[in-house]
């Protein structure tokens, strides 16, 4: 086995609290040893230990890659027109996602798979090596298998959100919907996924609809994940701490009943600041989130309509100027608070043990991420030891 000395980093961030230097785990002219696929060593660059080859950071500083537990890649088609209508003063309703699904049902298989393809490049070029992306606009047996087959191939984080929306077809019988979501599609779907999830807002389905789909889950071996509160105020966040979902996603319209929940539970407050961007709606209260206790996540909700960014130093940026995270705490969220969302302890942190997974930053450190927006300062990429 080769190992692999990276050394000349000027800022470390390991989120390896044994470090004491806060939850970061910075460390300072620091180095670290890649024995195949993983982390051998952390520390000061004068203690490294001898390996077979180096790789020189020159001074830059480097991060765990970015860990996106939220995303919507499966889809074909755009939806530039509602973006443009929204921008001049149209609401977003969530109702253009019959767009994206039927495009969706008529594009090729090799389509969609090049789709995933391309916007998971694009992810990793800005640093994210880990992605969790979901079906939800097939809505039909056959769409939703598809969706989460061709998701499989290139992600291990995969998740059944067959439901989205009600399918148009069962537009008269959502309660047939609801029944075919927890029966035949689920049947046909879970082999493919990790997680089942559901758009629990009035539009979408309510507590007792996701409720029903989150337990049928279950009951398959899925884990829950759930579309909360984005819209308003509803029962998905207390849902989701009821069943023990691994993260609540959105929770832009909390009450401090949620908050509380939330606090006191290991369900994470998954934040997606791309949406509340691209849909101009109020940003999700982090500051209300953390000092209350709750664990929170970053991600992108990279999809077609409510949040087309595949890109963590954005949603990082957003999350320090409009939602009142420090740098620290947004780039914790948008690594270790990912990982925490995906129930991971292999990823989003750099110590011995770990996947090796790594963000060049062409920055002395990972505040610039903030600091210097819009800017692609992620200039190399290593996942599961290797440079992509
Ligand atoms: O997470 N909230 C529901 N689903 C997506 C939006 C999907 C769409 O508009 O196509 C979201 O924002
Ligand atoms: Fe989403």
Not at 72 to 100: C, K, P, W
Not at 108 to 118: H, P, T, Y
Not at 188 to 197: F, G, L
């Amino acid at each position: 086995m080769t190992s692999t000395l990276v050394h000349n980093i000027t800022t470390l961030v390991t989120n390896d609290p044994t470090w004491e230097t806060g939850p970061l785990g910075l460390i300072q002219n620091a180095a670290l040893v890649i024995e195949d696929q993983t982390i051998a060593w952390v520390g000061r660059s004068q203690d490294a230990p001898p390996t077979d080859t180096a790789h020189d950071a020159h001074g830059r500083a480097v991060i765990p890659g970015f860990v996106d537990s939220h995303s919507h890649l499966v889809f074909a088609g755009d939806r530039t027109q509602e973006f443009n209508a929204r921008m001049s003063g149209q609401a977003y309703a969530a109702g253009g996602i019959r767009t994206t699904v039927a495009a969706t049902r008529a594009a090729s298989d090799e389509e969609l798979g090049d789709n995933v393809a391309r916007y998971l490049a694009e992810a990793l070029r800005q640093g994210t090596t880990t992605l969790e992306t979901k079906s939800g606009y097939g809505l039909t047996v056959h769409d939703e298998a598809r969706a989460l087959r061709i998701a499989a191939e290139h992600t291990d984080e995969v998740t059944y959100l067959g439901a989205h929306i009600v399918a148009p077809e069962y537009a008269d019988d959502p309660a047939g919907y609801v029944d075919l979501v927890t029966g035949e599609m689920l049947d046909a779907c879970a082999p493919y996924a990790r997680w089942v999830d559901v758009f629990c807002e009035k539009g979408a389905f309510d507590g007792d609809q996701a409720r029903a789909v989150l337990t049928a889950g279950k009951a398959k071996g899925l884990m829950p994940r759930v579309h909360a509160n984005q819209l308003t105020y509803g029962p998905g966040v207390q849902l989701a701490v009821e069943l023990e979902a691994a993260s609540a996603d959105h929770c832009t319209h909390l009450t401090d009943a949620d908050v509380d929940a939330l606090a006191n539970s290991r369900t994470v407050a998954t934040l997606l600041p791309g949406a509340e961007f691209s849909t101009r709606a109020q940003w999700p209260d982090a500051r209300r989130l953390l000092d209350a206790g709750a664990t929170v996540a970053l991600s992108t909700d990279c999809n077609p309509g409510s949040s087309f960014t595949s890109s963590m130093p954005f949603c990082v940026a957003l999350a320090v100027r409009d939602m009142k995270m420090t740098p620290d705490e947004a780039i914790w969220s948008a690594t270790a608070g990912g990982a925490a969302a995906l129930r991971r302890t292999d990823i989003g942190r750099l110590a011995p043990g770990a996947r090796a997974d790594l963000a060049f930053l062409d920055a002395p450190s990972h505040v610039h991420l903030a600091y210097r927006p819009g800017v692609p300062l992620v200039s190399e990429v290593w996942r599961a030891g290797r440079r992509a």
